[in-house]
């Protein structure tokens, strides 16, 4: 009975070591799986951290080219004359970026016109030039075109200057456009001096036609005008007239009371005969020496010989004691008068030598007299 009992217990016993040795060998492989799986977990996390240091490593030298860039760009925009900025197109036209020059050429911070805080960058440009800085804009949002426009700005003191801007429009895949980039240069010398250079190329060409001594218009104003008017009478069908005058015995004036007072002489009868033509049209020039020359277009005769007559009563009345002339106590003029409507086979020369022979027979009747020529009109 005994013997039975203990071979059941030992049978059982050795299910159960069986069992246990199984579940050891189970334990053990769960064990060597782990094993693996940490070590594949640990190998895979090693290469994630490995990675991510390569992206920081990356993320460094791309920060660090950034900043570089960032540096040569405010290098670059900071020795530029002009200012750089970036426009969002729209409908305020608000300013994204403007560099530090902007303040240099207007006066005013960039802060000031960044998202138009304090005021917009158009609230300085000269109110008569809007519609042309507009205008550019405008064109320079076609892809093919560019922005070049030079337009007035009133700056912080208040005073104009003038600007050259320069820009582009930058566009979305799509085609729509983003921004508008560009910058503005002051052009305020440059324009100054191509001001002053036209007032002096005016100033030039005035003296060019000017007589020095008298400061009425000289032989070279006289034959420009002259030509002019003949061909515009000749065109209209009117009549044109010249008087030619000369100041009476002036060699002796000039020989007994010196160059001087004969330089004096020449400018007092030149603004008198000066202030004689009323007309835009009408010229009194110095025709040459003591000779003076008036041109009266659509004048005709009998309204040209009372000019010349007004002419030598004015000089008379000026009352220049002239102790030497021989027909007078005082300077007088003998005026020869020609007039004539100008036909194809015509020349304003013919016009000047009957006005010339007019002046002739003047002298020859005894000066101090105006001479009428063959009425050509």
């Known amino acids: 009975m005994r013997t039975e009992k203990l071979k059941e217990t030992v049978a059982k016993l050795e299910v159960e070591i069986t069992e246990r040795k199984k579940a050891e060998e189970e ?15 640990t190998k895979a996390l090693q290469e994630t951290i490995d990675q991510l240091n390569v992206q920081l490593e990356e993320r460094q030298l791309v920060s660090e080219a950034l900043h570089e860039s960032e540096e040569q760009f405010r290098s670059l925009v900071a020795n530029l004359p002009g200012a750089v900025y970036r426009f969002r197109i729209d409908s305020e036209w608000t300013l994204e970026y403007i560099s530090e020059m ?40 076609d892809p093919m075109k560019s922005i070049h426009v030079e337009y007035r700005i009133i700056d ?13 429009a930058i566009f979305s895949e799509l085609g729509q456009p983003l921004w508008l980039d560009g910058s503005i240069f002051d052009d305020s010398e440059r324009k100054h001096a191509e001001d002053a ?69 020449l400018q007092a009868v030149a603004r008198a005969i000066h202030q004689v033509v009323k007309r835009s049209s009408d010229l009194a020039a110095r025709y040459g020496g003591e000779e003076f020359a ?74 101090n007299c105006v001479f009428p020529g063959n009425p050509g009109i």
């Not at 911070?109 to 000269?126: E, G, K, T």
């Not at 069908?237 to 330089?263: A, M, T, V, W």
């Not at 086979?345 to 009747?365: C, F, G, R, T, V």
């Open 197 to 265: 250079l036209q007032e002096a190329n005016k100033e030039l060409q005035r003296l060019a036609i000017m007589d020095g001594l008298t400061q009425i218009p000289n032989r070279r104003r006289f034959d420009e005008h002259l030509a002019n008017e003949w061909n515009r009478m000749k065109r209209d069908r009117k009549p044109i007239s010249l008087i030619l005058c000369d100041i009476d015995y002036f060699k002796l004036y000039n020989d007994n009371y010196g160059h001087q007072e004969g330089d004096g002489c």
């Open 156 to 168: 912080a003191n208040n005073q104009i200057r003038w600007f050259i801007e320069k820009g582009q």
């Open 294 to 367: 008036l041109i009266l277009p659509d004048t005709d005769m009998p309204g040209a010989i009372y000019i010349a007559e007004k002419t030598r009563k004015i000089i008379a009345e000026l009352k220049i004691p002239h102790g030497y002339s021989k027909v007078d106590r005082h300077v007088t003029l003998s005026l020869g008068v020609a007039g004539r409507i100008s036909f194809q086979d015509s020349l304003p020369e013919d016009l000047i030598k009957e006005a010339d022979n007019a002046m002739y027979q003047a002298k020859k009747q005894g000066r």
């Open 27 to 41: 334990l053990r492989a769960i064990h060597e799986r782990l094993k693996e799986q940490v070590t594949e977990q």
């Open 102 to 141: 902007i303040e240099e050429i207007t006066g005013f911070p960039p802060s000031f016109f960044i998202r138009n805080r304090v005021r917009s960058y158009r609230s300085i440009i000269h109110p008569d030039d809007l519609e042309k800085v507009d205008r550019a804009i405008q064109e320079g949002l």
